[in-house]
């Protein structure tokens, strides 16, 4: 080859190499403009997909009753899901700011009295002499008290006004999940297949083993974790609205957080038993504070019938991905965060195990049967 051939073949690879850097270069721009359009939706439409996935089996039996109409099916789970969250949250609301007006008129018309407080209390380990002090000083003169502690009410306030924010936007987000889970119903098989593809393309033959490990993971997290905490959440609510514990939906909200995020609800009851005893008579004090406890180690029977047999998942991964989605993306990362972490250590473990993959139908099948 002479020199001239040589220059010519060397100019031929520059400009494909050129040509090939501006197309890589043009398709990553692209890619890149696509995820930061798509960024805020991300975690909605996340958690709209795994809300489907999961119900994707009552939604098949659903549609056969209803003589294979699959759009029927869909919009009735819709409306009964946003008619389970938005109306919880509005009794929720709306007992909230009642109980807060009244607080305000009857500290504005002086009309305000706080009962004194148990000898009992000043026994509480660690805080209890210095809550003793504060509420008999509330209770003998409560003006002087809110003054004395001005400060620390005017932040508090803050925080529960910045609280109630971001509760109203969690709401929001549920709202547009569930329609979004609707839609995804719908197009189920659809669905099914491209991720069938998408994990081919990336796995090769195992790509259909780990979309049905996948599957079966969600299923059995969604009910073993989230079903449970939202079970105990609901029996909480009940015993407390029955003892009339003020706002007993803002208290079930963060007996749901605790649960799902592995701590025991009775870190919130506890407490509420105790100011129970302090108030109501010694029975029915009893008797909720019993309930209480039954509540709190509810999950110890109940996460086995629902978790599903053959996925072993530490509680550990469920606490760290609950807690993480909380602090990345909000309420909705606090459910979306032990499904994540929980499906990712699963695949993790499945794709270092080779033999479960060879037969990904048995924990799909336990997980469905529990």
């Not at 509480?124 to 003169?141: M, Q, T």
């Not at 989605?325 to 794709?351: D, R």
Request: glycine share 8%; aromatic share 8%.
């Amino acid at each position: 080859m002479n020199n001239s051939d040589t220059v010519a073949a060397d100019r031929n690879f520059q400009k494909n190499a050129m040509a090939s850097f501006v197309q890589i270069g043009a398709l990553l721009v692209l890619i890149v403009w696509c995820f930061q359009i798509i960024a805020p939706f991300i975690s909605v439409i996340l958690w709209g997909m795994l809300i489907a996935v999961a119900l994707y089996p009552v939604h098949s039996l659903l549609t056969a009753k209803f003589g294979g109409r699959a759009r029927l099916s869909a919009t009735l789970f819709v409306f009964l899901g946003l008619a389970i969250l938005l109306l919880p949250s509005w009794i929720t609301a709306e007992s909230s700011i009642g109980a807060m007006k009244s607080v305000g008129e009857q500290l504005h018309s002086g009309t305000v009295s706080i009962s004194p407080p148990d000898e009992s209390v000043a026994e509480w380990p660690l805080i209890g002499e210095k809550v003793y002090g504060i509420w008999s000083d509330a209770a003998s003169n409560l003006e002087a008290t809110l003054n004395k502690y001005s400060d620390q009410l005017q932040s508090l306030g803050r925080h529960v006004v910045s609280v109630a924010g971001s509760m109203a936007i969690g709401i929001l987000q549920f709202v547009v999940s569930i329609i979004i889970a609707g839609v995804f119903l719908v197009s189920a098989e659809v669905g099914h297949k491209t991720a069938v593809k998408f994990a081919s393309s990336l796995a090769g033959n195992r790509g259909e083993a780990l979309i049905d490990l996948a599957v079966a993971t969600i299923r059995s997290v969604a009910k073993g974790v989230l079903g449970v905490a939202i079970i105990q959440a609901l029996l909480a609510a009940i015993g407390l609205a029955v003892i009339g514990v003020p706002a007993p939906g803002i208290w079930a909200f963060a007996v749901l957080i605790l649960a799902i995020v592995q701590l025991p609800p009775f870190i919130v009851l506890g407490p509420i038993a105790v100011w129970v005893f302090s108030v109501a008579e010694p029975m029915p004090a009893t008797i909720f504070a019993v309930y209480a406890f039954i509540v709190s180690i509810s999950d110890s029977f109940l996460k086995p019938l629902f978790l599903g047999r053959g996925m072993d998942i530490p509680m550990l991964v469920i606490l760290l991905g609950a807690i993480g989605g909380m602090i990345m993306s909000g309420i909705v990362g606090l459910f979306l965060g032990a499904i994540v972490l929980a499906l990712g250590y699963t695949i993790l473990m499945a794709w270092m195990e080779t033999d479960e993959l060879n037969n990904p139908r048995q924990p799909a099948e336990e997980a469905e049967a529990s």
